[in-house]
């Protein structure tokens, strides 16, 4: 067995190759060496697939050595390894800096990282990252390629490893760098003179004396030099670090003390900054580091740490984050879901927490409410206020939850909101008492639709990219949300004219109101919008919406439809797989350090899906099935398992994004009957859900996702209205195309009947 190929040189030159399965790699090396010219060492060279960028090594020729395959021949990874190291330790800083940046361009690759990190090159980047000071702009041009080399080489090798190379100097150094003056200054968009011309200084310096790891003749070199003269390629010295200090954090179990112990070394205000920068992976890394700080187990006083970010804008700053962030941007999103799971979990201990009548603060509550609600004309009534149980006020708060919660609720919308509150009981005293809305009852209800509505008993899995605008808009979000929801829960009693035994009625038509408006198409973004949108959905729209239902839920409706939906079913089976047909390209998990991108398409027959990695696409689109050089037979899939569900401290294979999947399968033409998986990241919600119930019609199964359920019901109600139009059985009967021309008046309005 053989493939045909081509060997070139970086300058162009080149030849024809046949590449034969049985001859190892170093063989063919040799070869190319030969016929091409080139002398060194056979281990100081080897083949790069020109497309995807990756060196041919023996574990990966399968994948990169396909039919028609461009390589390139280069310097071997063990070598560039050899040689980086060689530098970084011995060499002067000037000279350091320049190879730094070839350390960058290199660590991107898996094969240079491996090789980088097992001649300790990681040690040497500590080292320098260690004694290197930061006030000096030539210094803060090494720091930032030594911390881009050290997230980039760790990445690869593994994040679990910083636990070997973490100590107490190295955590304070990066510490340094994130509240250094250079580094916020580049958050500003300031930079000093200084620094701009020594970075420019730097710049040609680097590009006229930079190591030239390929064959390449000097008019190229030349212009590449006067290309990059114009360009500030350093990167930005605070993402890294923050990078560096997230991993520390969250995988280390020292990580925690070192940052936080008193003196603390890292401050809220010292992060926040940097959540405002125009560089969105600066901003992501920042509040991965918040986030990992405040979730941290040993991290005692939540609501404190809270309190510090907000003293320090930090809702600013999230309203401003969130402007930028785009649907592509899911890193950032699942980040932004689990702050907001944070914020709002402050309050999940009082809601698991029953009243306690021996707590006096608690009972000052209670006394408040009414002290500030009924005038001294009823001062000694507590059955004006709606308890179940004058007698034991406690009674209404000892369901968890809301517990405990919902008697903040009650004191923060009685002192924030004392006007309204007062209205609401004087007016219910006001009429009969069978027409009476329970503001106490009512108010303990709203608590509770509040907290199954935002979610906050729900355990968090790390992979959430849903996030509701508004819980970052101000300040007590939650009472707030519930100061304006038992004003509507009043409002409604009103509308539905219910009486007390209507009392769970009118629960559901809240749920409902409350359910349309943050699970709408629109994301609310502050109070004032939360109004707006409840007030769109009054009791006569949900009414409305129930009769809809039940003309729907009518018996020869329902006949129709179950005759109707299997095949629309199908229609809507069909069109996912012609989805899957057309292809998609996908990101590789972190755990996969070899490849970045994975293609995949299914045949027109719908039994292969044929794949490939690192595939170079000018429009990053799918490539032809010819070009995908791996193929998994649908009949040896298995299941398709979908990351979202598998719970977080199962993720050891790096399976750590929502819109990720795997395929499990076992290869039936093989001798190894071991279940093996094929992930994916999709780059959308849309082409998660498409694949997903793609590969589901695959394995005999209907498409289910939420977005097959809405192309479902979308069809049928289209279907059912065209068929209770009752014009399409009609012999002859044509829909005009234009609408008709409207007759004449007649000449008179004299009309007779005849009855023959």
């Given at each position: 067995?053989?493939v ?6 970086p300058?162009g030159e080149?030849?024809?190759w046949?590449?034969f399965?049985?001859?190892?790699l170093?063989k ?11 002398e060194?060492d056979?281990?100081?060279w080897?083949l790069?697939n020109?497309?995807s960028?990756?060196?041919i090594?023996?574990q ?5 050595l396909?039919?028609?395959?461009l390589?390139?021949l280069?310097?071997?990874?063990k ?7 060689r530098i ?9 800096c320049l190879e730094l940046e070839?350390?960058?361009k ?5 094969s240079f ?5 097992k001649?300790d090159?990681?040690?040497h ?16 041009s090494i720091?930032?390629?030594?911390l881009?080399?050290?997230c980039?080489?760790m ?16 955590v304070?150094k990066?510490?340094e760098?994130?509240k ?7 958050v500003?968009?300031v930079?000093s003179e200084?620094i701009?011309s020594?970075?420019i200084s730097s710049t040609l ?15 190229d070199?030349k212009?590449?030099?006067l290309?990059?003269?114009t ?8 993402q ?7 991993n520390?954090?969250r995988?280390t179990?020292?990580?925690?003390d070192l ?6 070394l890292l401050k809220?205000a010292?992060?926040?900054i940097f959540i ?5 992976e600066?901003?992501?890394h920042a509040?991965?580091l ?5 979730a ?10 809270y309190r510090d970010l907000?003293d320090r804008?930090i809702r600013?700053n999230?309203?401003?984050?969130i402007r930028e ?12 879901s ?5 914020l709002l979990g402050?309050?999940k201990d009082a ?18 409410v009414?002290?500030?609600a009924l005038?001294?004309q009823y001062s000694s009534?507590w059955?004006?206020?709606g308890?179940?149980?004058?007698t034991?006020?406690t009674r209404?708060?000892?369901?968890c ?8 609720c009650?004191?923060?919308?009685v002192?924030?909101?004392?006007d309204?509150?007062r209205?609401?009981v ?7 008492k ?7 009852k009512?108010a303990?209800?709203?608590?509770g639709?509040l907290?199954q509505?935002l979610?906050?008993?729900?355990d968090?899995?790390g992979v959430?990219?849903?996030?509701l605008?508004?819980?970052f808009s ?20 009103h509308?539905m004219?219910a009486?007390t035994s209507?009392f769970?009625?009118?629960v559901?038509v809240?749920?409902e109101q409350l359910n ?8 609310v973004s502050?109070?004032e919008d ?10 006569s729209?949900i ?6 239902s039940?003309?729907?839920?009518s018996q ?5 439809r179950g005759?109707l939906?299997?095949?629309?079913q199908?229609l809507?089976n069909?069109?996912r ?5 057309a292809g ?8 996969n350090?070899?490849?970045r991108?994975?293609?995949c398409?299914?045949s ?10 690192d595939i170079?696409?000018a429009?990053?689109?799918?490539p032809?099935?010819?070009e995908?050089?791996?193929k998994l037979n649908?009949n040896?899939?298995e299941g398709?398992?979908?990351?979202k569900?598998?719970k977080?401290?199962n993720?050891?294979k790096g399976?750590?994004s929502?819109?990720?999947f ?5 290869q039936?033409?093989t ?8 992930d994916f990241m999709?780059?959308t ?8 119930d793609?590969l589901?019609?695959?394995r005999?199964k ?5 977005k097959?359920?809405q192309?479902?019901?979308m069809l049928?109600e289209?279907?059912?209205k065209?068929?209770?139009l009752?014009i399409?059985d009609i012999e002859?009967?044509h ?5 008709p021309?409207?007759p ?8 007779h009947y005849n009855?023959n």
């Amino acid at each position: 067995m053989s493939v045909k190929g081509a060997i070139v040189l970086p300058s162009g030159e080149g030849m024809q190759w046949e590449f034969f399965n049985h001859d190892p790699l170093i063989k063919i090396v040799a070869r190319a060496q030969i016929e091409l010219n080139v002398e060194g060492d056979v281990e100081d060279w080897a083949l790069m697939n020109e497309k995807s960028g990756k060196y041919i090594t023996e574990q990966n020729r399968d994948q990169e050595l396909s039919q028609g395959v461009l390589a390139t021949l280069k310097r071997s990874p063990k070598s560039l390894a050899e040689e980086s190291v060689r530098i970084l330790s011995t060499k002067t800083d000037h000279e350091i800096c320049l190879e730094l940046e070839n350390v960058v361009k290199n660590a991107e690759e898996y094969s240079f990282s491996q090789e980088f990190y097992k001649r300790d090159g990681v040690t040497h980047l500590l080292e320098i990252i260690r004694r290197t000071p930061i006030f000096d702009s030539f210094s803060c041009s090494i720091l930032a390629y030594s911390l881009q080399a050290l997230c980039l080489v760790m990445d690869f090798i593994g994040t679990e490893l910083w636990s070997k190379i973490i100590d107490n100097m190295l955590v304070k150094k990066l510490t340094e760098i994130v509240k250094s003056n250079e580094a916020k200054e580049k958050v500003r968009g300031v930079q000093s003179e200084k620094i701009r011309s020594s970075t420019i200084s730097s710049t040609l310096t680097r590009n006229s004396s930079m190591r030239d790891f390929d064959i390449q003749n000097t008019k190229d070199g030349k212009a590449d030099t006067l290309k990059t003269m114009t360009n500030d390629t350093e990167p930005p010295m605070a993402q890294f670090a923050l990078s560096a200090i997230d991993n520390v954090v969250r995988m280390t179990e020292e990580g925690f003390d070192l940052i936080t112990s008193p003196p603390a070394l890292l401050k809220p205000a010292d992060i926040i900054i940097f959540i405002s920068d125009s560089n969105l992976e600066c901003a992501h890394h920042a509040l991965a580091l918040i986030n990992a700080l405040f979730a941290h187990p040993k991290q005692e006083n939540k609501e404190e740490f809270y309190r510090d970010l907000l003293d320090r804008n930090i809702r600013l700053n999230m309203e401003k984050l969130i402007r930028e962030v785009t649907p592509k941007d899911v890193e950032i999103a699942c980040h932004i879901s689990e702050f907001q799971y944070l914020l709002l979990g402050l309050h999940k201990d009082a809601a698991m927490t029953p009243v306690d009548a021996e707590d006096e603060q608690q009972m000052a509550m209670l006394e408040r409410v009414k002290i500030q609600a009924l005038s001294e004309q009823y001062s000694s009534e507590w059955s004006g206020l709606g308890f179940s149980d004058t007698t034991d006020r406690t009674r209404d708060f000892q369901q968890c939850p809301p517990g405990l919660l919902a008697l903040q609720c009650i004191n923060h919308f009685v002192q924030k909101h004392t006007d309204r509150h007062r209205e609401m009981v004087l007016d219910q005293l006001s009429r009969d008492k069978d027409r009476q809305c329970p503001f106490i009852k009512s108010a303990v209800a709203v608590a509770g639709l509040l907290f199954q509505q935002l979610r906050i008993a729900k355990d968090y899995i790390g992979v959430e990219i849903e996030f509701l605008p508004i819980v970052f808009s101000q300040d007590n979000i939650f009472f707030e949300l519930f100061s304006v929801t038992v004003q509507l829960f009043n409002n409604t009693w009103h509308e539905m004219y219910a009486k007390t035994s209507d009392f769970n009625k009118v629960v559901d038509v809240v749920r409902e109101q409350l359910n349309m408006v943050f699970k709408g198409d629109k994301k609310v973004s502050n109070i004032e919008d939360f109004k707006s949108s409840l007030k769109s959905v009054p009791f006569s729209k949900i009414q409305e919406q129930r009769l809809k239902s039940l003309e729907k839920d009518s018996q020869p409706i329902i006949q129709l439809r179950g005759k109707l939906e299997p095949e629309l079913q199908k229609l809507v089976n069909r069109q996912r797989l012609t989805v899957l047909e057309a292809g998609a390209v996908f990101n590789a998990p972190k755990s996969n350090k070899k490849h970045r991108t994975l293609f995949c398409r299914l045949s027109s027959n719908h039994r292969t899906l044929h794949y490939g990695y690192d595939i170079n696409s000018a429009d990053n689109t799918c490539p032809p099935i010819d070009e995908l050089p791996e193929k998994l037979n649908v009949n040896d899939i298995e299941g398709v398992l979908l990351w979202k569900d598998v719970k977080k401290q199962n993720k050891s294979k790096g399976w750590d994004s929502p819109l990720g999947f795997s395929i499990e399968y076992s290869q039936s033409t093989t001798m190894d009957a071991t279940t093996k998986t094929l992930d994916f990241m999709a780059q959308t919600v849309e082409e998660f859900e498409y694949w997903t119930d793609g590969l589901d019609v695959l394995r005999g199964k209907d498409a289910n996702n939420e977005k097959a359920k809405q192309h479902l019901s979308m069809l049928l109600e289209m279907e059912i209205k065209i068929r209770q139009l009752d014009i399409l059985d009609i012999e002859g009967f044509h829909l005009p195309d234009h609408t008709p021309a409207i007759p004449p008046i007649p000449d008179n309005f004299d009309f007779h009947y005849n009855f023959n």
